[in-house]
């Protein structure tokens, strides 16, 4: 089965030059390797709400372009992951603008692409825990949200 996760925005966010996300996938305490995708921004921009802020499985470098609309990061590249590795799934996130626990739960979801389906789990939903593990540096335990 495929797995692919983006951050997504609940309300508006102010981003400016040298911000960055990285996501993580561990089965338990093992780094799913394909899994890392970072996003760093290089130019002031504001985005919406419900749009993508990170996401897993690429990279992108996000640069001033000239377009019309809202701004949005690229979806999420989707990897193999093995069923038996559901239960012990979890995220991790570490960047420099989202600092605080708080933060992260009232201002973002999770949309999770799982084996052709799509899950929105808004981080504020009370069996959503979201560990700070230290400055900017989260943890969310995946498996009972996927299973």
């Known amino acids: 089965m495929e797995i ?21 996938l561990y089965a338990g305490d093992v780094l799913l390797p394909l899994s890392i995708g970072t996003d760093v921004y290089n130019y002031n921009c ?3 709400p419900n749009k993508t802020v990170a996401a897993t499985g690429r990279k992108a470098v996000h640069e001033l372009k000239v377009a019309l609309g809202p701004f949005e990061a690229e979806p999420a590249r989707a990897i193999a992951i093995r069923e038996e590795d559901l ?9 420099n603008k989202i600092l605080d626990q708080a933060e992260l739960k009232h201002g973002f979801s999770l ?9 929105d789990i808004p981080l ?24």
């Open 4 to 24: 692919g996760l983006e951050l997504v925005t609940e309300t508006s966010l102010f981003l400016t030059p040298n911000h960055s996300f990285r996501m993580e």
């Open 46 to 48: 504001n985005i919406w």
């Open 87 to 95: 239960p012990g799934l979890k995220l991790k996130l570490a960047n």
């Open 111 to 119: 949309r999770v692409s799982l084996a052709g389906r799509v899950l």
């Open 124 to 147: 504020a939903r009370p069996d959503v825990r979201v560990y700070w593990e230290r400055r900017g540096e989260f943890t969310v335990p995946l498996g009972d949200l996927v299973a």
